[in-house]
């Protein structure tokens, strides 16, 4: 199979696996742990990634100093982008979730804009006028005025943050590929958050076992940790090598269309007008950014 076909299957199949991340997010809500779920689930991702290293033989850390950059990885795309991720499913429903995650593309696009100074086409700013609409009508259930009285959901505006650290780990890590494999750079940035969750588990300490003993949640962790975390975020940096920060994001608008079709299978929920309208918008507003792309 030629390597652009599998990066483009990848990053499908990869968006399949974070679908179910609010769902299980929202079946776990009830522990409310936060910091000891993004523990446990990356302290599997990082077992998995290592297991990974040695099979291949690739080099655990690289060359030069670049003890900063895997620490701003493990803080925004492990730390931040989970927890944060956790303690909004403890406030919203897994629909509204998915959608507002697929704003990460504009959140790159306007990052790109002013990290790298790239000169926006009319094209794409439009897209991202667009996106940000869509989400103004999820986030506020349909009345996007509510944007300027105060009044969006808690749970809302914590997952808006979430997605604002994945933006932040898309760009930080990408100049790094030029000398560092996908596989290391994702490995250091999970061994890196997973350090840095260690203390901040004891806040978590009266339900740490009670998390244990419980098969199902045992399950759902290992699978956070496998498929979403180790595999998932290890084929996310390989398609930024090859397509770019902006276009690999783009495939994150699918996972809302998967997480619509899960979360009514797994939780029963409806998805109501706004979030479809939103949904829908955002989606367009994916097709106008790739459509013009950034120019430089």
């Not at 997010?25 to 742990?33: N, V």
């Not at 869509?134 to 506020?140: A, D, F, N």
């Amino acid at each position: 199979m030629p390597a652009h076909l599998s990066t483009h299957l990848k990053l499908t199949l990869g968006t399949f696996f974070w679908a179910l991340t609010p769902i299980f997010g929202r079946m776990l809500s009830g522990y409310s742990a936060p910091w000891a779920l993004t523990f446990g689930r990356f302290l599997v991702a990082t077992t998995v990634l290592w297991v990974f290293l040695k099979l291949q033989r690739a080099p655990v850390a690289p060359g030069g100093r670049h003890g900063m950059t895997f620490f701003l990885l493990g803080l925004t795309g492990v730390c931040l982008h989970n927890v944060l991720g956790f303690m909004g499913m403890e406030h919203t429903e897994a629909n509204r979730a998915n959608v507002i995650f697929s704003t990460i593309t504009i959140m790159i696009a306007l990052i790109e804009l002013v990290w790298f100074r790239q000169r926006l086409r009319a094209g794409v700013l439009l897209g991202i006028l667009i996106g940000i609409f869509g989400t103004m009508l999820v986030v506020t259930d349909g009345a996007p005025w509510q944007i300027f009285s105060g009044m969006l959901g808690l749970g809302d505006g914590i997952i808006l943050l979430s997605a604002a650290s994945w933006a932040l780990y898309s760009v930080f890590g990408r100049p790094l590929l030029a000398t560092c494999s996908p596989l290391t750079l994702t490995f250091q940035a999970s061994l890196w958050g997973t350090l840095m969750l260690l203390p901040f588990v004891y806040l978590d300490r009266e339900v740490i076992w009670q998390i244990m003993t419980d098969g199902k949640a045992v399950l759902m962790l290992v699978y956070l940790g496998v498929l979403n975390s180790a595999v998932g975020f290890l084929w996310y940096y390989e398609a930024i090598a090859r397509l770019g920060a902006v276009v690999t994001s783009a495939y994150i608008n699918l996972v809302p269309i998967f997480g619509l079709l899960l979360s009514a299978l797994l939780l029963g929920e409806s998805p109501t007008p706004p979030l479809l309208l939103g949904g829908g918008l955002v989606l367009v507003a994916l097709f106008v950014i790739n459509r013009f792309q950034l120019k430089r």
